[in-house]
């Protein structure tokens, strides 16, 4: 089984709809991070979690939110959808404890707002 | 806010050519640097971390440097295949420093 999953892979959906994207992670790490990739460019970072009472905004959070609903689960919200976030969304987990800190990545969720 | 580039933003080259991807930072207060590997429309794979304390990683035909004083970092490919054809992405971070994404090498190997 993946250490990190996302539901759905993929979601097909109309302007104004709630949509809600998961993540689970059986690794055991304390952070989490939710990120956002249009074609073309690299990762841009929506929110991150260091811990289940610690959430922050990233760079380009503006029309989202998230949930920390427990250390294995980070949920990214999308209030009322509109076409420009169509995109592909990856979920992240890592671990403050490890030295190295790496980051592990979900398979993704190809989310298209219509 | 750090920026990452990565150069070239596309590379074609033949099968068997080393080759020799670049990335520069440009705040080295980071904890480490990590490589991945993306094929389209995929997810991502972890190539190499480096940490803050160590000049390189080697994994198979990978090296990965790191100099961190000057903000720069290499991935070396050897003897290049087909089946390395993907985005290559840079993202220096760790610690309590938010990684940071580049936009990514995109490399075709020929055969």
């Known amino acids: 089984d993946a250490d990190v999953t996302q539901t759905p892979r993929n979601r097909i959906t109309k302007t104004g709809k709630r949509i809600m994207l998961e993540c689970s992670q059986t690794?055991?790490?304390?952070?989490m991070y939710w990120y956002r990739q249009d074609p073309g460019l690299g990762l841009q970072l929506i929110y991150y979690?260091?811990?289940?009472?610690?959430?922050n905004k990233g760079e380009i959070s503006d029309g989202y939110s998230v949930s920390r609903q427990a250390q294995a689960k980070f949920s990214l919200s999308l209030e009322s959808a509109i076409p420009n976030q169509t995109a592909l969304y990856f979920c992240?987990?890592?671990?403050?404890?490890?030295?190295?800190?790496?980051?592990?990545f979900g398979p993704g969720t190809r989310l298209t707002v219509l | 806010k750090q920026e990452v580039t990565q150069i070239p933003a596309a590379l074609s080259v033949p099968e068997g050519e080393n080759l020799v991807l670049n990335c520069s930072f440009t705040?080295?207060?980071?904890?480490?640097l990590q490589w991945f590997r993306q094929d389209p429309g995929k997810g991502l794979t972890s190539l190499l971390l480096?940490?803050?304390?160590?000049r390189e990683q080697t994994s198979g035909r990978l090296n990965a440097s790191l100099d961190k004083s000057s903000g720069r970092s290499t991935l070396y490919i050897a003897a290049s295949q087909p089946g390395d054809s993907a985005t290559y992405l840079c993202?220096?971070?760790?610690?309590?420093?938010?990684?940071?994404f580049g936009r990514g090498t995109s490399l075709i190997v020929h055969p």
């Open positions: 992240a987990t890592s671990d403050s404890r490890e030295p190295a800190d790496t980051q592990y």
């Open positions: 690794k055991g790490h304390d952070r």
């Open positions: 979690s260091f811990d289940v009472k610690d959430i």
């Open positions: 705040d080295s207060a980071i904890y480490n």
């Open positions: 480096i940490q803050s304390s160590q």
């Open positions: 993202v220096p971070g760790g610690g309590s420093y938010i990684p940071t």
